[in-house]
């Protein structure tokens, strides 16, 4: 697979290891622990802006969408992220309504930052 191709290791150990597994086996690593590693690292970029800081959802709000279409990275956030856990049950399990005059995605963007940052 070339997504492993081009994860950078101290000495290159684990690039031969991977290159020796069957295919769906590569495939199952790469879900199980890789494939949501780039969408976390755009939500930690978005969540530390000096906007978000201010309670301003122009950076996060844009990643709601993609974070709630991708089940394996709400998994993974619900597991890793205690805010995002309690934020996320709030607005899409209980359907609780933080901000009333904001759609539910909106709603769910500033209570993250919210909590976060209050």
Known sequence: MEEFNTIKT????????IG?????????????????????????????????HNFNIADIRPLI???LAKPKLVAYLNKNNHVFKIVYH????????NFVNLTNEDSFALSWLMYLYH
């Open 90 to 97: 709030d607005h899409f399990i209980t359907k609780k309504e």
């Open 65 to 67: 969408p993609i974070i």
């Open 10 to 17: 101290t000495d290159g150990k684990i690039n031969k290891f």
């Open 20 to 52: 020796r597994l069957p295919e769906d086996l590569e495939l199952n690593i790469y879900k199980e622990y890789f494939e949501v590693e780039y969408d976390v690292h755009m939500i930690n970029k978005a969540l530390g802006t000096e906007k978000s």
